[in-house]
Each structure stands twice: as C-alpha cells, then as structure tokens.
C-alpha cells in the first residue's frame, strides 16, 4: 500500500485544457496579425513611389506695386521635373533633377522586399528591422526636403529667391500635398513596421507559455 506522499510524487502535473486552447488561439491571432501587417508595407511602398511624382514643391511669384498679382506658379515633384500654370514661362536658372524623390524610391524598394520577405515568413527577424530602417529613412528624406522648401536653403530655391528679388518679384515657397501625404504614408509604414515587430515578439512569449 502506497502512503499519501508517495502518491502526490506520482501524479503528472495537472494542466488546464482552457488555458491551453485559449494561448493558442492567441498565437493564431498573432500570426495572422503579423502576416497581414507583413504583406501591407507592400501596397505603402508603391504609394510612396507614386507620390514622388506629386506636387513636392510649390513656388508662387508674385509682382509688387501699382500692378501687384500672381504672376504664375511652378510645381516641382519628388524628381526635380518642373512644370507651370502657364503656356510660355520664362527660363529657371539653376534648375536641377532632385535626389529626394529617388532616395524615397529606394526605401520604398527595400520597404517592399522586406513586407514580402516577411509575409513570405523567410528571414523574418533582419527583414522585419530592416522594414523599420527603411520606413525611417523615408521619414528622414521627407523632412529634409520640406525644410529646404521651406527655408529656401537649397541652391536652386536659394538662387531663385534672389534673382526675383532682384527683378523686385516676391516669391513664395510651399510645401506640396504629395510631400505631406510622403510623411502621413512615412509613419504608417513605421507604425506598420514596428506593429509586425511587437506581435512577434507577443508570438514568442506565448509560444514560451505553451
């Protein structure tokens, strides 16, 4: 006859089958969440590609004095490419391709291989900081470009707010919606990037449970 203690060795250790079933379910959850967001920085980098051939830049001149009023507009988008609201203008004197729409590009790029690799699950940790990486880089190049709208600190916008001082017009310097819309699409790319991050670590945790 086997005493008490003896029996309390014995016994398996008791586990709780709605524990079990409900941890599981978490980690589907989980999975499928961090899937999802995986496979989603695909469609935002090809947005941030499209974007780059908005408006970035807006560039308004005006005529001061008795005969004051807009005179026209240019519009530049990520690449640098220049157009106007009017048939015939005048030459722009220092006018250049820009870096900021193809240094978005190839964020975008590595924004997309990233949400493929990881929505294909291969390399699932490198591609998921690397997606992070990348999603700020493209927050970086975005700011830079709207200060140096904004404070007239490149050459090309530097040389034309002088020149037209010269000729006695007031320019005016915008930031264009495509460039803000490069921002908003910026952290979303980062909030989607770090979410896919958290949820495997949340993965990681419950399979520890398990």
Same mark, same amino acid.
Request: a neutral charge; hydrophobic letters at 50%.
């Given at each position: 006859?086997?005493?008490?203690?003896?029996?309390?060795?014995?016994?398996?250790?008791?586990?709780?089958?709605?524990?079990?079933?409900?941890?599981?379910?978490?980690?589907?959850?989980?999975?499928?969440?961090?899937?999802?967001?995986?496979?989603?920085?695909?469609?935002?980098?090809?947005?941030?590609?499209?974007?780059?051939?908005?408006?970035?830049?807006?560039?308004?001149?005006?005529?001061?004095?008795?005969?004051?009023?807009?005179?026209?507009?240019?519009?530049?988008?990520?690449?640098?490419?220049?157009?106007?609201?009017?048939?015939?203008?005048?030459?722009?004197?220092?006018?250049?391709?820009? !870096?900021? @729409?193809? %240094?978005?590009?190839?964020? &975008?790029?590595?924004? *997309? +291989?990233?949400?493929?690799?990881?929505?294909?699950? =291969?390399?699932?940790?490198?591609?998921?900081i690397t997606a992070v990486v990348a999603a700020?880089?493209?927050?970086?190049?975005?700011?830079?470009?709207?200060?140096?709208?904004?404070?007239?600190?490149?050459?090309?916008?530097?040389?034309?707010?002088?020149?037209?001082?010269?000729?006695?017009?007031?320019?005016?310097?915008?930031?264009?919606?495509?460039?803000?819309?490069?921002? !908003?699409? @910026?952290? %979303?790319?980062?909030?989607? &990037?770090?979410?896919? *991050? +958290?949820?495997?670590?949340?993965?990681?945790?419950? =399979?520890?449970?398990?």
């Amino acid at each position: 006859m086997k005493d008490e203690g003896s029996t309390r060795k014995d016994a398996a250790p008791q586990v709780d089958p709605d524990s079990t079933t409900v941890a599981a379910d978490d980690e589907q959850v989980a999975t499928a969440g961090r899937n999802i967001g995986s496979w989603l920085l695909v469609p935002v980098a090809l947005i941030m590609v499209l974007l780059c051939r908005g408006q970035w830049a807006v560039i308004a001149f005006h005529l001061n004095g008795v005969f004051s009023g807009n005179l026209f507009h240019i519009y530049l988008n990520g690449f640098g490419a220049l157009r106007t609201d009017v048939q015939d203008p005048p030459p722009v004197p220092g006018h250049a391709s820009s !870096l900021g @729409g193809w %240094l978005v590009c190839i964020c &975008a790029a590595v924004l *997309l +291989v990233a949400g493929a690799l990881r929505g294909l699950r =291969r390399f699932s940790g490198p591609a998921g900081i690397t997606a992070v990486v990348a999603a700020l880089a493209q927050i970086a190049v975005v700011i830079y470009s709207a200060v140096v709208v904004n404070s007239q600190s490149g050459g090309f916008y530097s040389k034309l707010a002088s020149n037209a001082k010269a000729s006695g017009i007031t320019v005016t310097f915008s930031v264009g919606w495509a460039l803000w819309m490069e921002l !908003l699409v @910026g952290f %979303l790319a980062l909030a989607l &990037a770090v979410g896919v *991050l +958290v949820r495997e670590r949340n993965a990681d945790v419950l =399979r520890i449970r398990l």
